[in-house]
C-alpha cells in the first residue's frame, strides 16, 4: 500500500497518509502529499480536500530520522504552502497527536476538524529547534499571539477543546467518526466562496501590535525557565517576527533561525535524548515473545518517604494498594501524607476533589504482614539496613502468592544477597525510585543475576503505566545513578578542603544547568542521615556541622544560612568550621577556579560511566544519560553526562583526569586514544 493514498468520495478527494508507527512527515509522505494536491486541482469533479492518517495518529511531525541528512525535495514549508494556495479547500482531519511539522500542515489546510481526545502542539523546541514549516508564523495569526507564544516556546500540546476554544480547530468530530465528520464537513464548506488562509489573516497580529511591550514581559517573565536556552529565545523572535513582519519575510527569518538551530549542540543534544528516551525502554536480550505477568494489585512495604511517594504512582494510575507498616501511628501518619500530598495537588487546581478521593479509595493500610499475599508486585521500602532487609524478603516468601514480584527500593544494598533470603530469586528485582518518587520521574529496573525475563519485562512496562522513565542497571554499588553521584560528593568534600566554598561548587554546578549543587542538596537532605550524635567524632566537616546543629535547612542552617523563606546565603560560621578544620589537618587552602571545579566534579563522573559501561551495569552509554536527566536534573540540552562528554572531547578529559590523580577507566582511555565516542 502506498504511503499516501487517495480516493474520491463524491466531490471530496480523501488524502490518506499511511506511514507508521506515528506518521512522521519524510519524504515519500511529503511528496505523496504534494502529488495529492495537484491531482485535486487537476480534477474538476473534486470541490475540497480531506488529509487524514490510517493508524494511532495524524502526522506527529517531521521525520526527526532525516535531520542532519543532506534534504530531499519537496521541504514541508512548500508542502504547507502548496496545501494553502490550493483553490479547493483543504480540511485538516484531525486524532491521535497533530504535532510538529503535523500541525504545520494542518495550518495550512484552510480548516481543521478534531476528534475530542486529539492533542495537537509544536514541541520543536523541545528538540533544541523552533517549527520550521511556517508554524511561528501562521499560529499567531491564527490563534493570536497570547495562546500562540507558550505553546510554541514552551512546546506543551493542547487539547481539542482548548484547541476549539482558542480558534486552532474549527469543529469537533464524534471520537469514532472522525472521516466521515470531516467529509461532511468538507462538503459544507465547499459551498463557501472565500475560505481562511493562514497566512493571509491579520486581525489577530493587528491585535498585538496594541501592546508591543508584550514580548519583553514574557522574556522576563520566563527568564529563570528559559535560563540557558537557545531554542525558546529563538522561537520569541520569529513570533515577534510574525507581528512585526509581512508573512514572506517572518517565514524567511523563521528558516534563517531554525537553520542556525538545527546545527547547534544543544539541538543535537536535545535529538539524542529523545531517541535515548525511548531505546531505554528497549532490552537487549529480551525478545518480544517474552510474556509479561499481570500486575492488578500492588503492595507496599513502609510507610516512610519513599514507600508514600512510590504508593501514590500507583493509585494515581487506578491501580490499588495495600501498605503495611509496623506501628499503627507510622502508618497513620503516612496515609496522612499522602493524602496530604493529593489535596494540595488539588489545590493547585491539577486534580479534582473526586479524582483525590477515587485514589485514596484505592489504599487499603494494614499492620498484618498476610494482606500481602494478594499482590502481583510488592515493593520494600523499609529501612536501608541489609539485614532488615533480608529479614521482611524471608517473610515475604512465605506469604506472597507464587509468581508475585518481589522489589526492592534499596539505594545502594547487594540485591543479589536481598534475594538470595528468598526460595525465588527469580521473582526478585530492585525497583529504585528517586525521592520525591510521586514526582521525580526516573525508575532504575535493577537486573537480579537471577531475575527472570518475564520479570523484567513487566516492570519496565508498569513503569511506562506510571508514568516513569525506567532505565535497566546491573547490580553494583549504587547502581548507575548514585554510583556516578558518589564520585561527584567525594571530590566536592576534596574541593572543601583545598580551599573551594562550598558555594563556589554549587555556583559551578548551577552555571553549569543543574538544579542544585551537592552542598545545597545536602542542606535540602538533611546532613545528619545517617548520622548519630553517639558516635559523631568530628572527623567531616560534616560531622562538625551536625554536632553544632547546623543539620540543613529543616534546623535553618547547614552548609548556609537560611532565613524564614528558606533562602540562603553562605554562612560566614560555616567558613570558620572549615578553615579551622583545614588549619588542623595541616593542609593549606589554596584558591580554585571555577574551571577547575567544574572538571574535578564532572569528569570523575564520566569516568565512572566508562567503568559502568565496561562492567555492562548499563546496556548503553545514552541509558546513563537518561538516568542522569530524569533522576538528578543534569541540563537536558547538553544531552546527559556522557553525550557531553562527547561534546567536550574524551581525549581532554581522559587528560584532565590523569592530571589530577584519577586511574583513567580502560574504556575511556581506549575511546580518548582512538578518537572515539560514547555515543
Ligand atoms: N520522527 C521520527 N520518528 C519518530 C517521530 C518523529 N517525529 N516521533 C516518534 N518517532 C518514533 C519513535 O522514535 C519510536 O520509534 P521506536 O519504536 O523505534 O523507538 C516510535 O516512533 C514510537 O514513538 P513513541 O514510543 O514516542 O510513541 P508514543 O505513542 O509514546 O508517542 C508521540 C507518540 C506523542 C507522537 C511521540 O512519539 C512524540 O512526541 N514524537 C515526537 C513529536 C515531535 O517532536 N514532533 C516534532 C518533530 S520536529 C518538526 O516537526 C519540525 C518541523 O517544524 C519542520
Ligand atoms: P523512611 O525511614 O522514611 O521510611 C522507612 C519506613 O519503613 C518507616 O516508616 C519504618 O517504620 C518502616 N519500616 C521499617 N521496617 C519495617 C518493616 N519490617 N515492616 C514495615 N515497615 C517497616 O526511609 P525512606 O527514606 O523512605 O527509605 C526507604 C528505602 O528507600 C531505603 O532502602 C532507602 O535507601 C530507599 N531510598 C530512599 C531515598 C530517599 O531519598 N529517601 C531515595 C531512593 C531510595
Known amino acids: 500500500m502506498s504511503i499516501v493514498s487517495t480516493r474520491k468520495e463524491g466531490d471530496i478527494l480523501v488524502v490518506s497518509a499511511n506511514n507508521p508507527p506515528v506518521n512522521a512527515l519524510g519524504q515519500a509522505v511529503r511528496a505523496g502529499l504534494a502529488d495529492a494536491i495537484k491531482a485535486a486541482a487537476a480534477d474538476d469533479s473534486i470541490k475540497a480536500i480531506v488529509i487524514r492518517c490510517d493508524g ?27 496545501i494553502e494556495a490550493s483553490a479547493k479547500p483543504a480540511v485538516a482531519a484531525i486524532h ?105 489573516r491579520t486581525d489577530k497580529v493587528d491585535e498585538a501590535k496594541k501592546d508591543p511591550a508584550f514580548f519583553e514581559r514574557f522574556r522576563q517573565e520566563n527568564a529563570r525557565k528559559l535560563r540557558g536556552l537557545e531554542a525558546p529565545v529563538a522561537c520569541i523572535e520569529a513570533v515577534q517576527a510574525a507581528v512585526n513582519l509581512p508573512y514572506e519575510e517572518g517565514a524567511k527569518k523563521e528558516r534563517e533561525l531554525i537553520m542556525k538551530l538545527m546545527g547547534s549542540t ?13 531505546a531505554a525502554a528497549k532490552i537487549d536480550d529480551i525478545g518480544a515473545d517474552t510474556q509479561t505477568l ?21 493509585l494515581s494510575a487506578g491501580i490499588p494498594v495495600t501498605i503495611l507498616e509496623r506501628e499503627q501511628a507510622a502508618l497513620d501518619r503516612g496515609v496522612a501524607i499522602i493524602r496530604k500530598n493529593y489535596e494540595a495537588t488539588a489545590k493547585k487546581g491539577r486534580l479534582t476533589t473526586e479524582q483525590v478521593e477515587k485514589a485514596m479509595s484505592l489504599l487499603t493500610p494494614t499492620l498484618d504482614f498476610n494482606a500481602l499475599g494478594e499482590a502481583d508486585l510488592i515493593i520494600e521500602a523499609v529501612f536501608e539496613n541489609m539485614e532488615i532487609k533480608k529479614e521482611v524478603f524471608a517473610r515475604l516468601d512465605g506469604v506472597a502468592k507464587p509468581g508475585a514480584i518481589l522489589a526492592s527500593n534499596t539505594s545502594y544494598l547487594n540485591l543479589d544477597e536481598i534475594a538470595s533470603a528468598t526460595k525465588r530469586p527469580e521473582s526478585v528485582i530492585g525497583l529504585h525510585f528517586f525521592s520525591p518518587a510521586n514526582v521525580m520521574k526516573l525508575l532504575e529496573v535493577v537486573r537480579g543475576a537471577k531475575t527472570a525475563p518475564a520479570v523484567l519485562k513487566t516492570c519496565m512496562e508498569l513503569a511506562r503505566k506510571i508514568n516513569k522513565v525506567a532505565v535497566v542497571s546491573g547490580v553494583c554499588f549504587g547502581f548507575i545513578g548514585n554510583r556516578m553521584l558518589s564520585q561527584r560528593q567525594q571530590e566536592a568534600n576534596k574541593l572543601v578542603l583545598e580551599g573551594a566554598k562550598p558555594w563556589d ?5 548551577t552555571s553549569f544547568g543543574m538544579p542544585m549543587g551537592p552542598f545545597q542538596m545536602s542542606d535540602l537532605a538533611g546532613l545528619d542521615i545517617g548520622w548519630s550524635a553517639e558516635t559523631s567524632k568530628s572527623s567531616t566537616i560534616r560531622e562538625v556541622l551536625c554536632e553544632r546543629g547546623r543539620r540543613g535547612q529543616k534546623t535553618g542552617k547547614g552548609f548556609y544560612d537560611y532565613d524564614e523563606n528558606r533562602k540562603a546565603s553562605p554562612s560566614p560560621e560555616v567558613e570558620e568550621i572549615i578553615a579551622e578544620f583545614i588549619a588542623k589537618s595541616g593542609s593549606n587552602q589554596r584558591p580554585v577556579s571555577d574551571e577547575e571545579i567544574l572538571e574535578r566534579l564532572l569528569y570523575p563522573m564520566v569516568n565512572e560511566g566508562a567503568k559502568i559501561l565496561d562492567e555492562k551495569i548499563a546496556q548503553r552509554a545514552s541509558d546513563i544519560d537518561i538516568v542522569w536527566l530524569n533522576g538528578y536534573g543534569w541540563p537536558a540540552y547538553t544531552g546527559g553526562p556522557m553525550f557531553w562528554a562527547d561534546t567536550v572531547g574524551l581525549d581532554k578529559i581522559a587528560e584532565s583526569l590523569a592530571k589530577h590523580g584519577f586511574a583513567v577507566a580502560p574504556l575511556l582511555k581506549a575511546k580518548a586514544e582512538q578518537g572515539g565516542k560514547f555515543n
Open 96 to 200: 491521535g497527536t497533530a504535532l510538529g511539522g503535523g500541525l504545520e500542515v494542518a495550518l495550512g489546510c484552510h480548516y481543521r476538524i478534531a476528534v475530542p481526545s486529539a492533542k495537537l502542539g509544536l514541541p520543536e523546541v523541545k528538540l533544541g529547534i523552533l517549527p520550521g514549516a511556517g508554524g511561528t508564523q501562521r499560529l499567531p495569526r491564527v490563534v493570536g499571539v497570547k495562546d500562540a507564544l507558550p505553546m510554541i516556546v514552551f512546546g506543551d500540546p493542547i487539547p481539542a477543546k482548548k484547541a476549539e476554544a482558542i480558534g486552532l480547530v474549527d469543529r469537533i468530530a464524534g471520537e469514532q467518526s472522525l472521516e466521515t465528520d470531516a467529509i461532511a464537513f468538507a462538503r459544507e464548506i465547499a459551498k463557501n466562496s472565500t475560505h481562511p488562509v493562514s497566512r493571509d
Open 505 to 509: 561548587i554549587d555556583r559551578v554546578l
Open 266 to 278: 544543544q539541538s543535537k543534544a536535545l535529538r539524542h535524548v529523545f531517541f535515548a528516551e525511548r
Open 294 to 314: 499481570p500486575v492488578k494489585k500492588v503492595a507496599v512495604l513502609g510507610a516512610g518517604t519513599m514507600g508514600g511517594g512510590i504508593t501514590m504512582n500507583f
Open 56 to 82: 494511532r495518529t495524524f502526522f506527529a511531525g517531521a521525520d526527526i530520522t532525516e535531520f542532519g541528512k543532506p534534504p530531499v525535495g519537496p521541504g514541508l514549508p512548500s508542502v504547507c504552502d502548496a
